[in-house]
């Protein structure tokens, strides 16, 4: 008899996909490491940005450990380049890195404070992360840093509405923003929802290609790999949608607060 989180998966792959929502302007997608945007979401990002969405980075870790025969000091500033040359081509301009250690990133107040004050900066509609779940798509066990930075994301929404958690940041200029709708968690084993990216598909793929110290570093023919394994995991997401690729999320909602005065939120 397979694991329960294989059999959860297979169940899921038979499930059709909702249309997501795209009636919102602005983004900001925050993940842990360069490239897991890449690996999931940026077909789906280029689809928003050529909508004229304006959609923001922001990466935990500068993805330094990633390169095994790269010390981190020189594959921290390399990997940052890289992340900002494959956000260039889905268009996405505005990149920013919190500096946490790659590899061993902890979910806690610090963590949550750095994110609600870049919620707060971006003031975004719709924020976009990466699957924080035990699990990966095929029952492995999920990668620490995942885990610790999408849990802390869902945390800091909550926080960045609330001027009494971390009122320091209001001595920065920062007031407290509550204007995010929805979290829209990319890679997830739980996805109900898909977007198609059957027209933006090559895009997400060749800002994955940006990443090529990083693919190099993982072999012979990663770049070759790693085409065909975001290509299946499009087509098998298009099926489940009734398209011919799509992107899937789970997604976790959220009812906005009110804002201050002078800003003006939709209503949901």
């Not at 899921?12 to 690996?39: F, G, K, R």
């Not at 981190?72 to 992340?83: T, V």
């Not at 699957?131 to 798509?137: A, C, G, K, R, V």
Request: charged share 20%.
């Amino acid at each position: 008899m397979p694991p329960a989180s294989e059999t959860a998966t297979a169940a899921a792959e038979l499930t059709p996909l909702q249309s997501i929502d795209e009636d919102w302007d602005t983004a900001l997608a925050v993940v842990a490491h360069p490239d897991d945007l890449e690996y999931s979401a940026a077909a789906a990002i280029a689809r928003w940005t050529g909508q004229g969405k304006t959609i923001t980075y922001c990466m935990a870790t500068s993805g330094e450990a990633g390169i095994d025969d790269i010390a981190p000091k020189d594959a921290g500033p390399l990997r940052e380049l890289e992340q900002r040359a494959a956000a260039t081509v889905v268009g996405v301009s505005d990149v920013w890195f919190l500096g946490y250690p790659d590899g061993i990133v902890e979910y806690g107040l610090r963590l949550r404070r750095d994110i609600v004050r870049v919620i707060r900066q971006a003031r975004p509609t719709i924020v976009i992360t990466g699957n924080f779940h035990d699990t990966d798509l095929i029952g492995r066990p999920n990668q620490a840093d995942h885990i610790a930075t999408g849990r802390a994301v869902v945390d800091a929404i909550a926080d960045a509405g609330n001027r009494w958690v971390f009122p320091e940041l209001l001595n920065e200029g920062l007031e407290p923003w509550g204007g995010v709708r929805a979290v829209y968690v990319a890679g997830s084993p739980m996805a109900g929802h898909g977007v198609d990216v059957t027209d933006t598909l090559a895009l997400g793929i060749e800002s994955l290609k940006a990443h090529a110290q990083y693919l190099a570093g993982l072999g012979d023919g990663a770049a070759e790999r790693t085409e065909v394994m975001v290509t299946m995991m499009a087509r098998r997401a298009g099926v489940r949608l009734g398209v011919s690729y799509a992107t899937d999320f789970e997604i976790v909602s959220f009812v906005p607060t009110r804002a201050p005065a002078g800003d003006d939120l939709a209503a949901t």
